[in-house]
């Protein structure tokens, strides 16, 4: 059986930060499968709760999936539903940029995922990741102008099939988009729910695309996220390159395991 390597940050020759670099302020990174504003089993409306929780970790970038841009039928039905999409709910005041991009559209609504940002986003696209008859699923790429890095941080926010043949063209589409279309010296952050229990992801998103992942660097393995009441099964991911480690942890007491399904990630980086 093969076994696969771990790479940590001092192994790494791409992560001695140059002087410059080292004056960058490290980037807190959050990633959450939101549950479309719902605790565990859909007992109750907790996206109030869940603006306040994400507030209070600190994020500068945060990677959401199942974020709900519309839903008529919630909108009549939940006292408390915002005006306005759930992104911008969540954005308010605190994260200036923002993006959206929609996946799955029914009637009176629609879903997908989304970035919040403290630094301007400069650009966005929607890759549909697909797969006919079965859910639909979305890869949002954006790319962030953070203060004092001289190319745009490439941050990639993904929610993966259920099924492994899907997913396994979904992982090869994300390692060929970093792999073909970003420069081979941007940072990179790719983050989300991979439902990959399985843990295939990192050896292809690796070898096609040099990312690695940031708890299976810090702490030897993936981490733990789901369900969030009892987190077993490791499938939220935050894949990075060119980006060092320098904490990394999983969001699972209260009051986060009672406001979504999946436990929260949270990582601080810097560059390398």
């Not at 839903?71 to 969540?90: I, K, S, V």
């Not at 923002?98 to 301007?120: C, D, Q, T, W």
């Not at 962030?144 to 899907?166: F, K, N, Q, T």
């Not at 399904?261 to 390398?272: E, K, N, V």
Request: aromatic fraction near 8%; proline fraction near 5%.
């Amino acid at each position: 059986m093969r076994t696969l390597g771990i790479m940590t940050d001092a192994m790494d020759p791409r992560c001695v930060p140059s002087d410059a670099r080292s004056a960058i302020a490290p980037l807190t990174v959050m990633t959450l499968n939101l549950h479309k504003g719902f605790s565990s089993f859909n007992r109750r409306f907790v996206l109030r709760e869940l603006r306040e929780a994400i507030r209070g970790a600190g994020a500068d970038l945060v990677f959401l999936q199942e974020v709900i841009g519309a839903h008529d039928a919630h909108a009549r039905r939940y006292p408390g539903w915002p005006e306005t999409a759930q992104y911008e709910f969540l954005a308010d005041s605190v994260w200036g940029s923002y993006a959206y991009g929609r996946n799955a559209v029914y009637e009176g609504g629609h879903h997908g995922n989304a970035v919040l940002s403290r630094y301007p986003i400069a650009t966005y696209r929607n890759h549909d990741v697909s797969v006919a008859g079965e859910e639909p699923r979305g890869m949002l790429h954006c790319e962030i102008a953070v203060p004092g890095l001289a190319v745009p941080l490439h941050a990639i926010c993904v929610h993966l099939g259920l099924r492994e043949r899907d997913r396994e063209r979904q992982i090869r589409g994300a390692a060929d988009l970093v792999a073909d279309r970003i420069g081979i010296g941007a940072p990179v952050v790719l983050a989300g729910d991979f439902n990959d229990w399985r843990q295939r992801a990192h050896r292809v998103l690796a070898e096609r695309a040099a990312l690695s992942e940031v708890f299976l660097r810090h702490r030897g393995r993936a981490a733990r996220s789901f369900p969030a009441l009892w987190p077993l099964l490791r499938l939220d991911r935050i894949y990075t390159r060119h980006l060092r480690v320098m904490s990394a942890s999983v969001l699972s007491r209260r009051p986060w395991r009672s406001l979504s399904d999946h436990a929260a990630l949270i990582c601080r980086l810097r560059p390398c």
